[in-house]
């Protein structure tokens, strides 16, 4: 497991004891890793949920762009009885681990109030968050109970919000870690991110590789023969290393797919409010994946086509997977 998630998630397991449903499935898993197959028996490990499709902030990489603030918005804010509904599902009794995700998820009023059940439930739980709408009142709330680890996005609009919030859960003594997207043609600014990120109180770092998901902007991807990044990742490691910095840099994307590490189709998915599956973490829910309540719904066609691509290196990778930096590690080394 990632030294990043490592510490906090044993915390969570001591105080927040899973259920005997989620250790048998996380065994299932664990012996499927030896034995892979594109048909699997366990369910997801990890599974993130929309909680809203409202954000506050337009990000022309964001992958999930084009669902983002429509006029029907409302049909996919999840509600208390949504979330438990979800919850109660198959899914959601032998999960592992429950993510918080948007749009911007603190603009859903219940968030709290999910947070509180899913750790009643046992289940490690993450909130992603551009930090803008963290404010005093939430705070205290996140006093009382937090996520077992916050991700903040860090962009270039909202540099003041992330410092805030950043140093007042340094000040709580709360898990958290910092997360921002390099381009290729900003190099430079890979430094300038760890020196911000080391003077506001961040021991977690990732800065994530472009993914050029609606704007095709290939130039800006990083990719392995870059030598300037090669150049720069080692001065990044060094400096790092020496502010006490725990730092994931981009990875960069291979030219031929030699690489194929990614576990996200055997291990997680999205749900959005009203069930409806996305495959992994760059890949928003769609009727095609299909839904929680199907069954096995996670063996359909698109699922079994995307896990093929990994254990046959013969095949070429899904046109989504193309650019994903992912496709080549094991995000959360599970």
């Known amino acids: 497991m990632d030294k990043m ?4 998630t044993l915390k969570s397991l001591i105080f927040n004891t899973p259920s005997l449903e989620v250790w048998t499935n996380l065994f299932r898993y664990g012996v499927s890793r030896f034995r892979p197959s594109v048909q699997v028996s366990h369910t997801p490990i990890s599974m993130v949920i929309y909680v809203s499709k409202r954000c506050n902030f337009k990000c022309s990489f964001c992958f999930t762009y084009s669902d983002l603030n429509k006029a029907d918005w409302q049909d996919y804010e999840l509600s208390p009885d949504g979330f438990e509904q979800l919850m109660n599902s198959e899914f959601g009794r032998k999960v592992l681990r429950v993510g918080f995700l948007g749009g911007e998820p603190f603009m859903n009023p219940y968030l709290f109030d999910f947070l509180e059940s899913a750790h009643r439930k046992g ?5 992603v968050t551009n930090a803008s709408l963290v404010d005093e009142e939430k705070k205290q709330k996140l006093k009382k109970i937090s996520p077992t680890m916050l991700g903040i996005s ?10 805030q919030l950043s140093e007042w859960m340094a000040s709580q003594s709360k898990d958290f870690w910092v997360q921002s997207v390099v381009e ?3 190099l430079e600014k890979i430094k300038e991110k ?36 090669k150049k720069i990742s080692k001065e990044a490691r060094t400096l790092a290393s020496q502010l006490g910095m725990q730092l994931t840099l981009p990875n960069p994307i291979q030219r031929e797919y030699k ?4 576990t996200m189709a055997f291990n997680y998915v999205h ?14 829910p769609k009727e095609e994946y299909g839904s929680i309540y199907e069954s096995n719904s996670w063996n359909n066609e698109p699922h079994l086509k995307l896990r093929e691509t990994f ?9 989504e997977c193309a650019y994903c930096e992912n496709f080549s590690r094991d995000l959360y080394s599970l």
């Not at 289940?123 to 909130?127: D, E, H, R, S, V």
């Not at 770092?205 to 300037?228: C, G, M, R, T």
Request: charged residues 20%; positive net charge.
């Open 5 to 8: 998630i490592l510490k906090p």
């Open 123 to 127: 289940k490690i739980t993450t909130i």
């Open 154 to 163: 860090l962009y270039d609009n909202n540099l003041n919000d992330v410092a």
């Open 184 to 186: 290729s043609t900003g």
């Open 194 to 229: 760890i020196l911000f990120a080391n003077k506001h109180g961040v021991k977690n770092l990732i800065l994530s590789n472009y993914h050029p998901s609606y704007s095709h902007e290939k130039e800006k991807v990083i990719f392995a023969d870059n030598n300037e990044f």
């Open 259 to 262: 690489i194929r590490s990614c």
């Open 271 to 284: 749900v959005d409010a009203k069930g409806v599956l996305g495959p992994c973490c760059f890949r928003a």
């Open 311 to 319: 254990l046959n290196s013969k095949l070429e990778p899904l046109s």
